[in-house]
């Protein structure tokens, strides 16, 4: 008796082990399938959202930098709109001016996220004026309290004369780097790394490094091309009424941009003997 009631006991156990782990052996559920078998369908659904939003991000891709050096401010971004794997915008315009003409954006994310963001920011600016940093943090704080706000997925950068924020939708309100560059996207590292090493070993100008550190993100990023927006702000005031666009097909070195072209000599010619 003793050792057929050891046997019940290890057969009703390795029986309850087998429902567990084998959809053979489970309990169909109300459906009538076994509930391992939803619990897998349920995982692939989880693995398709992730690759979804995976896809969704590389929709966003973009590179924004800001550099702060001496009294020059530069903002400059690309302007490449991609779809999955397809370009389907060369030429968009990433960088702004908002805040009665006072103060740069440039924002990395999906376009009606962006300019919903943006305007945020300059109703902000409209209720404290000349105080870029604190209507940061406001629209920081009503991002990530409002329920729908929340939903809004990208990344700011603006700048005035004093200050360079960072605001995304995490909540991270990041102002004045030790270096003066701030930079968003998925070229952005390329173009931080570029643009800090140019600073620190040159003597160039704001402008010269940001164009030059972009066009080194542009050759590694494939969602960052050459159509280069800027916006600049030089002894308090920005300049020109107009972004300069660097087109892609371009093949006039970087530094011939910012110098008076010089006449050059002509070849002289041997004489026939």
């Known amino acids: ?154 990344v700011l950068l603006a700048s005035d004369k004093d200050v360079s924020v960072m605001v995304d939708g995490t909540g991270n309100v990041m102002s004045d780097p030790e270096d003066g560059i701030f930079s968003v996207g998925s070229g952005g590292f390329y173009a931080l790394a570029a643009a800090r090493a140019l600073a620190k070993h040159s003597e160039l100008p704001a402008k010269e490094i940001a164009v030059k550190s972009m066009e080194i993100a542009a050759d590694l990023c494939v969602y960052t091309n050459r159509n280069f927006t800027i916006e600049m702000i030089e002894d308090g005031t920005i300049c020109g009424a107009k972004s300069t666009i660097i087109p892609s097909d371009s093949t006039t070195p970087t530094s011939s941009l910012f110098k008076p072209k010089e006449d050059e000599p002509e070849p002289k010619v041997a004489p026939s003997s």
Not at 102 to 110: C, D, E, I, N, T
């Open 1 to 154: 008796t003793w050792d057929f009631q050891v046997l019940a006991c290890r057969f009703s156990f390795v029986t309850m082990f087998l429902r567990v782990r084998s959809p053979v052996f489970s309990r169909p559920n109300s459906a009538g399938r076994p509930s391992s078998v939803l619990f897998q369908q349920k995982s692939n659904v989880n693995q398709a959202r992730e690759f979804s939003s995976h896809e969704r991000e590389k929709m966003h891709g973009t590179t924004i930098l800001s550099i702060r050096k001496g009294n020059s401010v530069v903002v400059i971004g690309d302007g490449q709109v991609s779809m999955g794997h397809v370009v389907v915008k060369p030429n968009a315009r990433k960088v702004r001016i908002i805040g009665g003409g006072k103060v740069l954006v440039g924002f990395a994310g999906s376009a009606a996220d962006c300019l919903a963001l943006q305007d945020l920011l300059d109703k902000q600016l409209t209720e404290f004026p000349g105080q870029l940093l604190r209507s940061c943090v406001e629209l920081a704080k009503q991002w990530r309290t409002d329920k729908m706000l929340r939903q809004l997925d990208a």
